[in-house]
């Protein structure tokens, strides 16, 4: 049973252009979290969603980040016209089905975003 | 969000019982405490979550103070394998968890 996988595990990106991260949840989750890590800090929320539903975004930045979780696929957090301050780990986190109260989320490797 | 304090560093070491405070005199009545671990390079990993009674499972046992502001995570045999920065969370869920500076412990073979 795979656990959470993350691609890709680092990418660099030029100022201006876009990333897309991509997070296979679990086999049987159906809830999707995304967390940033900046460095020497916390991770910090930033949106949970279940298939082809944005639950709760209240950490997204309101500019040019986005995350879906469609029908069929990865989930997609995509971040537009990056920036240096975009330069964190990305990491996904899954649930299975149940309360989220009463379920431990399940957190993949990462993705390393660097932009010069 | 609850508060919460948990120390900066500790040591143990190794094939040593290790003891890891947190204080959350704020939570809230329906709040879990979960605890996470993050190796370095590695995203957090599930340790162990409770609510009011002491818990166990393989990893480790949560011992949970009778008015709920303050929680134990008792690792019973550290290892080199479990240096790791570790994370009190109290939380209504799976989702929105709030990752502090947690408490970075390290071991001694």
């Known amino acids: 049973n795979a656990g959470v996988m993350q691609n890709p595990r680092h990418l660099v990106r030029r100022r201006g252009q876009e990333a897309r991260l991509r997070c296979s949840p679990m086999?049987?989750?159906?809830?999707v979290y995304w967390y940033r890590q900046l460095p020497e800090e916390g991770l910090k929320f930033m949106v949970y969603l279940q298939k082809e539903n944005i639950i709760d975004e209240s950490g997204m930045p309101k500019e040019r980040f986005s995350a879906e979780f469609p029908k069929e696929g990865p989930s997609i957090l995509r971040i537009q016209q990056v920036v240096r301050g975009d330069s964190a780990a990305y990491f996904c986190a899954s649930s299975g089905p149940g309360q989220v109260s009463e379920t431990e989320a399940f957190f993949g490797q990462g993705t390393r975003l660097t932009v010069v | 969000d609850a508060k919460t304090t948990q120390p900066n560093s500790m040591e143990s070491n190794e094939e040593e019982p290790v003891h890891l405070p947190c204080n959350h005199s704020t939570i809230s009545g329906t709040d879990y405490i979960h605890w996470y671990r993050q190796l370095p390079s590695q995203g957090p990993e599930y340790v162990i979550h409770?609510?009011?009674s002491n818990v166990n499972n393989r990893m480790a046992s949560l011992a949970i103070a009778e008015d709920r502001k303050s929680s134990t995570l008792i690792l019973h045999r550290a290892t080199l394998r479990d240096a790791a920065v570790y994370y009190c969370?109290?939380?209504?869920?799976?989702?929105?968890?709030?990752f502090g500076k947690g408490t970075k412990l390290s071991v001694i073979p």
């Open positions: 409770g609510l009011t």
């Open positions: 969370i109290p939380g209504a869920g799976s989702y929105q968890l709030t």
């Open positions: 086999k049987g989750h159906s809830h």
